[in-house]
C-alpha cells in the first residue's frame, strides 16, 4: 500500500514522502495514528501543491534576507552605540547584542533579533567593530557598530 507520511517516523520515511508500505502496518499503525495517509491521486497532487507552495515561501524568505543584507551593509548604516567610559579611555561594562538591536531599532528601524546576531563576546573597546548578522541560512551580512563616548 502507498502512503503518504504526514510526519517523521523513524527507519520507514520523512514528512512527505510517498513509500510503499505493508498493508497491515500502514492501515493498523501509520493511518491509525496520523503519521501517514493513503496515497490517492488527490492527496498526491495536493502533497505537490504544498511543496510548490513551500518552495515558493522558501524563495521569498531567501530573497528578502538578500535585501536587508544590501540595506545593512550600507555604508550609511552604521549603529552608534553611546557608552560610559573611564578616565583611561576604557569602557565600564560591554556592549551586548541587546543593546544593538535596541540602538539599530532608534536609528535605522531595522527590527533584527538578538538572536541573529553572532557577537562571540561583548564588545569591550572603544572604536569601529564588524558583527555578523545571520539573516538566513544561506546570508549573513555584517554591519558596522561604532561605540563612542557618552
Request: net charge positive.
Given at each position: 500500500?502507498?502512503?503518504?507520511?504526514?510526519?517523521?517516523?523513524?527507519?520507514?520515511?520523512?514528512?512527505?514522502?510517498?513509500k510503499e508500505m505493508?498493508?497491515?502496518?500502514?492501515?493498523?499503525?501509520?493511518?491509525?495514528?496520523?503519521?501517514?495517509?493513503?496515497?490517492?491521486?488527490?492527496?498526491?497532487?495536493?502533497?505537490?501543491?504544498?511543496?510548490?507552495?513551500?518552495?515558493?515561501?522558501?524563495?521569498?524568505?531567501?530573497?528578502?534576507?538578500?535585501?536587508?543584507?544590501?540595506?545593512?551593509?550600507?555604508?550609511?548604516?552604521?549603529?552608534?552605540?553611546?557608552?560610559?567610559?573611564?578616565?583611561?579611555?576604557?569602557?565600564?561594562?560591554?556592549?551586548?547584542?541587546?543593546?544593538?538591536?535596541?540602538?539599530?531599532?532608534?536609528?535605522?528601524?531595522?527590527?533584527?533579533?538578538?538572536?541573529?546576531?553572532?557577537?562571540?563576546?561583548?564588545?569591550?573597546?572603544?572604536?569601529?567593530?564588524?558583527?555578523?548578522?545571520?539573516?538566513?541560512?544561506?546570508?549573513?551580512?555584517?554591519?558596522?557598530?561604532?561605540?563612542?563616548?557618552?
Amino acid at each position: 500500500m502507498k502512503v503518504i507520511f504526514l510526519q517523521d517516523v523513524r527507519g520507514k520515511g520523512k514528512r512527505g514522502e510517498v513509500k510503499e508500505m505493508p498493508d497491515g502496518y500502514a492501515q493498523n499503525f501509520l493511518i491509525k495514528q496520523n503519521k501517514a495517509k493513503a496515497a490517492t491521486k488527490s492527496a498526491i497532487s495536493q502533497l505537490n501543491g504544498e511543496k510548490k507552495a513551500e518552495k515558493k515561501e522558501a524563495a521569498e524568505e531567501l530573497a528578502n534576507a538578500k535585501a536587508l543584507k544590501a540595506k545593512l551593509e550600507d555604508d550609511k548604516t552604521v549603529v552608534e552605540v553611546p557608552a560610559k567610559v573611564g578616565a583611561d579611555g576604557r569602557l565600564f561594562g560591554s556592549v551586548s547584542s541587546k543593546q544593538i538591536v535596541q540602538t539599530m531599532m532608534k536609528q535605522h528601524n531595522l527590527k533584527i533579533e538578538k538572536r541573529k546576531i553572532e557577537l562571540p563576546e561583548p564588545i569591550k573597546s572603544l572604536g569601529y567593530t564588524n558583527v555578523p548578522i545571520k539573516l538566513h541560512s544561506q546570508v549573513t551580512a555584517n554591519i558596522r557598530v561604532h561605540v563612542s563616548e557618552k
